[in-house]
T-cell receptor, first 114, second 111 residues
Framework: EPEVTQTPSHQVTQMGQEVILRCVPI?????FYWYRQILGQKVEFLVS????????KSEIFDDQFSVERPDGSNFTLKIRSTKLEDSAMYFCASRGGPYYTEAFFGQGTRLTVV | SQELEQSPQSLIVQEGKNLTINCTSSKTLYGLYWYKQKYGEGLIFLMM???GGEEKSHEKITAKLDEKKQQSSLHITASQPSHAGIYLCGAPRGSNYQLIWGAGTKLIIKP
């Protein structure tokens, strides 16, 4: 069964450092997303990506965040200068088509900023 | 902005018993997704409901969408330990159908 793969599963970084979270979406999917979940809180939408550009982003997704699909398979989330409050579980998701289709999620990357 | 409220927040159920989890939206629902979350396993898709009155079942889990009440319910029959986890509802919105989420219902099954 196809699946979304995220690496690493856990990353610890020092405040102010840059981190890149990696995702390999399902190969024929067209829509890609990043979500995050701070411990004990709701899952929050960060950004959606389609046709090699950002389609929509939330207020959380400020200038410190960026996404890229560099090679047609990987989908990355970069946080330029991490803050303590960036500590969360980050989920990547992909979808084959718009509207009423299932979004497949990766297992998440737990980011801990110290 | 749209908010999803799930109830109950947590639930402890004796194995073999039935249970229901609810998800209520502050705005009209144009579909509703149910996912299950277990630590280390990400978000596992359970069901997607598109239209008011729609009901879907998979194994012992049934979900229904009541558009007029802006609510969806998830019902588990004869619960098993494998049903334990956090159940999340998500409502699609935006140009790319990103999901907004409820806070989750934590389900514990007592043997």
């Amino acid at each position: 069964e196809p699946e979304v793969t995220q690496t690493p599963s856990h990353q610890v970084t020092q405040m102010g450092q840059e981190v890149i979270l990696r995702c390999v979406p399902i190969s024929n999917h067209l829509y890609f997303y990043w979500y995050r979940q701070i411990l004990g809180q709701k899952v929050e939408f960060l950004v959606s990506f389609y046709n090699n550009e950002i389609s929509e982003k939330s207020e959380i997704f400020d200038d410190q965040f960026s996404v890229e699909r560099p090679d047609g398979s990987n989908f990355t989330l970069k946080i330029r200068s991490t803050k303590l409050e960036d500590s969360a579980m980050y989920f990547c998701a992909s979808r084959g088509g718009p509207y009423y289709t299932e979004a497949f999620f990766g297992q998440g990357t737990r980011l801990t900023v110290v | 902005s749209q908010e999803l409220e799930q109830s109950p927040q947590s639930l402890i159920v004796q194995e073999g018993k039935n249970l229901t989890i609810n998800c209520t939206s502050s705005k009209t629902l144009y579909g509703l997704y149910w996912y299950k979350q277990k630590y280390g396993e990400g978000l596992i898709f359970l069901m997607m409901l598109q239209k008011g009155g729609e009901e879907k079942s998979h194994e012992k889990i049934t979900a229904k969408l009541d558009e007029k009440k802006q609510q969806s319910s998830l019902h588990i029959t004869a619960s098993q330990p494998s049903h334990a986890g956090i159940y999340l509802c998500g409502a699609p919105r935006g140009s790319n159908y990103q999901l907004i989420w409820g806070a989750g219902t934590k389900l514990i099954i007592k043997p």
